[in-house]
């Protein structure tokens, strides 16, 4: 299309493109790797005046959440990002954007969780956050993390939940790709300026926003009877869950100005006939169609089955994709120390009690920026459906690319 | 349409959702954070005989309406606490320049069980 530029960019660079199409109005974000260049390339355009946007500096990532929730609540646009410790930083804001349903939308760099210090690729940073009430969209290519973030400003704001958008450091940040770059007119075409929000701001007739809220319903002084902490949280739930017809309703609505669609909720790739069905998310997901296509070509009819969304979780989604396949393996970039992979776990719940379900089983990979191939998912795969042959209904976590027995 | 919540609300006679929201918000008004007077423990008592405003017979002094983080206090010779709403922190009492506020436990008027 015409109005869409084909360029080279990184994962960071797509990130930072989108906020500016998006027509962000504040931002506040504190630099920490992988995630620097999204904070730098925007602070850049401020400073040009190329983006005509508030960039608030901040010593810290709990105030750059913090100045998102202020600027939020008073109706701008705001767009933040960070990475692993910062979002640790951050995690008393986290929870408090989702519960007060401010449609913040930020970028997360996937990034290990320290100790020991490790700056490089996996998942257990958002997977620590995946309970506080945001939607977690995970992409797989640059061109999905443009068009994501374009996308989660639309939902956030349809349904008053923040949004981050999950991109695996490293992997995706920095390395270069093809990414179609619409004008701002056709952004703009997608996404009108955010609609009122929740809250009411008027000097003339003021409001308490986010009070104190106790355990039981009670009236207030004008005798209505308000939420108590439980019903607001209810709400806020039936809010995540609306998400589960958003997101693809927005998946739909962006295709029909872009010509690109991301799957909605979850995304396949030889799944038609699959009988082992492999699950990820990220760019994880892309690695595990090489995997595919090689257990193929030796005659397992095994696909891929990706998830956009982990929270909310498309239960019907993925029940209506892997009911009456053999088996389905998970691959995680995290883990629930003391348990198993947290998507791994969460599909089993989901597959539990279903009539004709697949086995599960987990694998986990790719901690602190370890390496997996391709050739070492398919193994896994090989492993697990070996395993199956003899018998086996339950197995334990598979670590891929382990070297502590050498 | 995803509807996966069930809960139990056949006990409630009157919803929260007919206020509007669907968040914590509200007009500020008196009694807005509910009946706090319910907390306390100790009652503050002012002594009108050594109260500054009280025996000067005018809204002098009144330092213990602007201490009190709960705005129960009204302005006045000697000022009023409405008791619905006073928690009992005693700051009030701490702030006194004359010591004219005593910290009486609730005990002590019977509304309150040793």
Known sequence: MADQQMTVMTGNEAAATAAKLARVQVIAAYPITPQTSVVETLAAWVESGELPAEFVTVESEHSALSVCIAASTVGARVFTATSANGLAYMNEQVWWAAGARLPIVMGLANRAMAAPWNVLNDQQDSMSVRDAGW???YCRDNQEILDTFLQAFRIAERINVPVMVCYDGFLLSHTVMPVSVPDAAMADAFLPPRPAPLTVVDPDDPRNIGAVTLADPRADAEGTSCHGYMEIR????QALLSALDVIPQVDEEFAAVFGRAWGG?????LLDDADVVLVAAGSLGTQLTVAAEALRAEGMKAGVLGIRSYRPFPVEALRAKLVGRKGALVFDKALSYGYEGPICSDLRAAMCGVNDAPLVFGAVCGLGGRDVSPEQLADAARRAVADVHAGAS???TDWINL???? | MHARMSADEGRSTVGTKACGSDIAISRPSVGEA???????NSRPVIDASVCMAAKAGKVTCQLCWVYCPDACITQGAAPVIDLTYCKGCGICAQECPVDAIAMVPERAHGTCEG
């Not at chain 1, 070297?403 to 050498?406: P, R, S, T």
Request: charged letters at 25%; a negative charge; proline letters at 4%.
């Open chain 1, 135 to 137: 939607v977690q969209l």
């Open chain 1, 234 to 237: 209810a709400l806020h739930h």
């Open chain 1, 265 to 269: 909720l979850t995304w396949e790739y």
């Open chain 1, 394 to 396: 339950e197995r334990p």
């Open chain 1, 403 to 406: 070297h502590l027995e050498g």
């Open chain 2, 34 to 40: 509910g009946n706090t007077g319910d907390w306390r």
